[in-house]
Antibody, heavy 127, light 110 residues
Framework: QVQLVESGGGVVQPGGSLRLSCAASGFTFSSYGMHWVRQAPGKGLEWVAFIRYDGSNKYYADSVKGRFTISRDNSKNTLYLQMNSLRAEDTAVYYC????????????????????WGQGTLVTVSS | QSVLTQPPSASGTPGQRVTISCSGSSSNIGSNYVYWYQQLPGTAPKLLIYRNNQRPSGVPDRFSGSKSGTSASLAISGLRSEDEADYYCAAWDDSLSAVVFGGGTKLTVL
């Protein structure tokens, strides 16, 4: 079964950096796009970033563009989120999530979306 | 302000049928699949409906989804106390090149 396990969360000062990781198993990681989604305390879900199955294209929410970088290592079945210049408003639980569209070497079958979710890792930005 | 619009709350009594609406635009719901998620308190979201009206294995058939034009809805029939949770809709937005979510609907079982 699909498993997504995030790690790397913690407390960081404003302006600091943190790198989140997501270990994936139970599916062919290199055939699916992946997302990061966050949820501030007591708030709704906010999409953060998406990376295509082969890392060829990356998309970001305006709120994190230029500060966060999504990447993946298909040889290690691992997704990453490098977060720089962190602000108090970045405080949230960060979820790793799988895209449902299967991708072959030539095309992806269906538009992006989110099916499976990890359990989340908490990032707190505070002095 | 969320791109997709959901009512902030909904309620029903055990056994009742409730529906939760999700309104969008031509660039998201109008041209892409709608997904619905259930989030129980203190847990990660869980997929309830994908591709507008498909249920993953393990999701009871009490849950159903539909889509018409730029709106979608989630229906829960035979309401049970364990259905009390937050529900979110989502879709890919072609103009924003982003997944967009509704603000979430808190369902209370009276």
């Amino acid at each position: 079964q699909v498993q997504l396990v995030e790690s790397g969360g913690g407390v960081v000062q404003p302006g600091g950096s943190l790198r989140l990781s997501c270990a994936a198993s139970g599916f062919t990681f290199s055939s699916y796009g992946m997302h990061w989604v966050r949820q501030a305390p007591g708030k709704g879900l906010e999409w953060v970033a998406f990376i295509r199955y082969d890392g060829s294209n990356k998309y970001y929410a305006d709120s994190v563009k230029g500060r966060f970088t999504i990447s993946r290592d298909n040889s290690k079945n691992t997704l990453y989120l490098q977060m720089n210049s962190l602000r108090a408003e970045d405080t949230a639980v960060y979820y790793c999530a799988k895209d449902p569209a299967y991708c072959s070497s030539t095309s992806c079958y269906g538009p992006p979306g989110i099916d499976y979710w990890g359990q989340g890792t908490l990032v707190t930005v505070s002095s | 302000q969320s791109v997709l619009t959901q009512p902030p709350s909904a309620s029903g009594t055990p056994g009742q049928r409730v529906t939760i609406s999700c309104s969008g635009s031509s660039s998201n719901i109008g041209s892409n699949y709608v997904y619905w998620y259930q989030q129980l308190p203190g847990t990660a979201p869980k997929l309830l409906i994908y591709r507008n009206n498909q249920r993953p294995s393990g999701v009871p058939d009490r849950f159903s989804g539909s889509k018409s034009g730029t709106s979608a809805s989630l229906a829960i029939s035979g309401l049970r106390s364990e259905d009390e949770a937050d529900y979110y809709c989502a879709a890919w937005d072609d103009s924003l090149s982003a997944v967009v979510f509704g603000g979430g609907t808190k369902l209370t079982v009276l």
